[in-house]
């Protein structure tokens, strides 16, 4: 899974260099305690194991970080490309059935617009502000970061899903794709095996976060 992959991690070197997202630089115990308090706020909102998140933010260390709060919570992490907005982000979001969403301030607006049409939707909680969407109740990033930091006590299997990434939508409304913690790990391990990388290598990925097949094979080392 991803969160055993991270967990490997801490084991062999936590305070090492782990991932550097646009400059910004995290160790694995960052993501760590990050991600747990990620996940205990996405608790705290009554977010279940298995159920759907969504993320509409442009490449960013907090994108990142958002995404493993939610795989750590046991969540499916929705990322949503940030040049979609009215009908194409509303069926993402109606689509997956998102119960939250982490939108940046910046993109704030266009939640405003579509979220009396995203009945599913409950929670937006914002990076770098504190816009609120009609309809929904809102929190700000820096309150879901003040939860504890306490591992959540979710056992995370290899076939449960991780990531629902959406398709371009070229032939009819975008489809999900279901990527189980399986998928990436496996996605991961096969890089390593076929580009023979190896902890002492560093791996670029010039794709934007919410394609994250890419991002995630950061984690092989």
């Excluded at 550097?20 to 995290?26: L, S």
């Excluded at 979220?115 to 914002?126: N, Y």
């Excluded at 504190?130 to 959540?152: Q, R």
């Excluded at 670029?204 to 984690?219: D, R």
Aim: glycine letters at 10%; proline letters at 5%; aromatic letters at 6%.
């Amino acid at each position: 899974t991803i969160v055993g992959l991270l967990e490997q991690r801490l084991e062999t070197d936590p305070h090492g260099e782990y991932l550097d997202v646009c400059g910004a630089t995290v160790t694995a115990a960052e993501v760590a305690t990050t991600a747990n308090r990620l996940a205990n706020a996405l608790a705290e909102l009554g977010v279940r194991q298995g159920d759907r998140v969504a993320t509409l933010a442009e490449n960013s260390v907090e994108a990142m970080l958002a995404w493993w709060g939610i795989v750590r919570r046991g969540a499916v992490a929705v990322p949503i490309n940030t040049a979609y907005k009215g009908e194409y982000l509303r069926h993402q979001l109606t689509d997956s059935g998102s119960r939250v969403l982490i939108v940046e301030a910046s993109l704030a607006d266009r939640v405003a617009r579509i979220s009396q049409d995203t009945p599913a939707l409950e929670h937006v909680v914002v990076i770098g502000g504190a816009a609120e969407p009609p309809g929904v109740t809102t929190h700000t990033w820096d309150d879901a970061l003040g939860s504890d930091d306490a591992e959540p006590g979710v056992t995370v299997r290899p076939a449960d899903l991780a990531t629902f990434i959406y398709t371009g939508g070229t032939t009819g409304p975008s489809k999900g794709c279901m990527l189980s913690h399986n998928y990436h790990e496996v996605l991961t391990r096969q890089i390593g095996i076929c580009w023979e990388r190896t902890a002492d290598d560093v791996v670029w990925t010039p794709l934007p976060l919410f394609h994250f097949n890419a991002i995630v094979t950061a984690v092989l080392g």
